[in-house]
């Protein structure tokens, strides 16, 4: 008997029994192997994994038409999108249809699907993501920049990568100054999805130079250079006093210190001085100011004076300085003195009347250059009758009207006593000198001798 359109949809391994009558008999064993791979399915979905890791095992199961597992079977596996993907990428199935992928790993991070193909049969798996390894390189994209001592700075900007160049995001980063000098403001901040972190209100009080270190996890890095510069003048002090000077005399330099809000010395700044006696006239490297004698702050924050001078002798003078809109600030007091003696005043009545007994009075005293009286002295000065018109007489003497050839002058106004006749023949005039041992000298204006 033949039997000629027997089949099995079962895989596995078999023996027919054929019976005829009361009698059968068993046939050897054969097998029924599985058809063609039909269904392809994830058994084991690709799990998240972190960028360069070895991805958990991916189990790829192969069926045919008939649900039998297909054991031998090569399986292959890609990414959907192309992206490099590391590792064994074919696998043969198991006696269970099973294709083990245990050694499969990415290193972009993203989001990803595996396709798994069984000769001309494929699936796709569900998606999983890659995400970035630990830190690895931190860099300011953004670096900080020049800033005004108080002020906000500029947003600076940390980015944060794994050893695989995939931006990390939510990494906490910190910064701090390289030299500790204090960072105001929130210093920690999580990168974003860029893997940047971005620190939005940093300030800091003291000027100088600075850069900052960025930290994530262990990895850290350091920014270029940036400049803390001081902020507008608040305060000025004398740091060095005007000193007692002579008058017209250039005063030995003062200086004056301009600070900030947060004590830092203000370069480039312009300080203004002028008396606290607005009348008293001041010169700055030999001209009168109108207004203002200024200078500009050095790198130090101090304004040099060092071309001023005054002319009008006195005491308790002072100086006040100020710079933009700092409180103005009033020196130490200093004293002005005369110069040397440079010329005498005479000063003699217009017109004295004939006399051989009255004695009449005149003063001289002494003044320098800059007509400041000369309170103290000690020198002889003698009197003469200059620019004589007619014939008077003119005696100097003592209070008693005894003559006299000079006076003792020990400084501040001095009387002069003197005899003045005349012929009767009108006018009779003169003048009358006063000469120091020093030849310094000093003229009254015209006196009329009348009967």
């Known amino acids: 008997a033949t039997f000629n359109n027997l089949s099995m949809t079962l895989a596995g391994t078999y023996a027919l029994t054929a019976t005829a009558g009361t009698v059968n008999t068993a046939s050897a064993n054969f097998n029924i192997t599985a058809a063609a791979p039909n269904t392809v399915t994830f058994s084991t979905q690709p799990a998240n994994t972190v960028a360069g890791a070895t991805m958990a095992n991916v189990v790829v199961n192969v069926k045919d038409a008939y649900n039998n597992n297909i ?11 192309g992206t490099l993907l590391s590792g064994t990428l074919s696998q043969n199935t198991n006696a269970s249809g099973d294709a083990t992928f245990n050694n499969l790993s990415m290193t972009l991070a993203g989001t990803y699907a595996l396709t798994a193909t069984a000769s001309t049969v494929n699936t796709t798996s569900a998606n999983f993501n890659i995400t970035a390894a630990a830190p690895n390189t931190v860099t300011f994209s ?3 920049a020049n800033t005004v001592a108080g002020a906000t700075m500029a947003n600076v900007v940390v980015n944060v990568k794994d050893a695989y160049n995939n931006n990390i995001s939510g990494q906490a980063v910190s910064v701090t100054t390289t030299n500790g000098t204090l960072l105001s403001g929130t210093l920690t901040q999580n990168t974003n999805a860029s893997g940047d972190a971005t620190f939005n209100d940093l300030s800091m009080t003291l000027a100088g130079t600075y850069a900052l270190t960025a930290t994530a996890s262990t990895v850290n890095t350091t920014s270029a250079n940036f400049n803390i510069t001081a902020a507008a003048p608040n305060t000025v002090t004398f740091s060095t006093q005007p000193a007692n000077t002579v008058a017209g005399a ?8 301009v600070k900030d809000a947060y004590n830092n010395n203000v370069s480039g700044a312009t300080v203004s001085v002028t008396t606290t006696n607005s009348a008293l006239a001041v010169y ?10 200024t200078a500009n702050s050095d790198g130090s924050g101090i304004a040099t004076f060092s071309t001023i001078s005054m002319t009008a002798a006195g005491t308790g003078y002072a100086f006040t300085a100020t710079s933009g809109a700092a409180t103005p600030v009033a020196s130490g007091a200093f004293n ?77 106004t001095m009387t002069i006593y003197f005899l003045a006749t005349h012929d009767g023949t009108q006018p009779d005039t003169f003048t009358m000198t006063a000469t120091d041992t020093a030849t310094k000298y000093g ?4 006196v009329n001798v009348t009967n």
């Open 336 to 412: 002005i003195t005369v110069a040397a003696t440079d010329h005498y005043v005479v000063v003699a009545p217009a017109s004295v009347v004939t006399s051989t007994t009255l004695t009449r009075t005149a003063t001289v005293k002494a003044q320098d250059v800059y007509n400041n009286d000369i309170v103290s002295a000690s020198t002889t000065i003698t009197m003469t009758k200059t620019n004589i018109t007619g014939t008077p007489t003119i005696t100097f003497t003592d209070v008693a009207g005894t003559p006299v050839a000079n006076y003792a002058y020990t400084g501040g």
């Open 443 to 446: 003229t009254s204006g015209n």
């Open 142 to 144: 953004t670096q900080p």
């Open 284 to 293: 700055q490297g030999g001209t009168q100011v109108t207004t203002y004698a």
């Open 71 to 81: 054991s031998g079977q090569a399986v292959s596996v890609t990414t959907t999108n």
């Open 250 to 257: 250039t005063m030995a330099a003062f200086a004056v210190t």
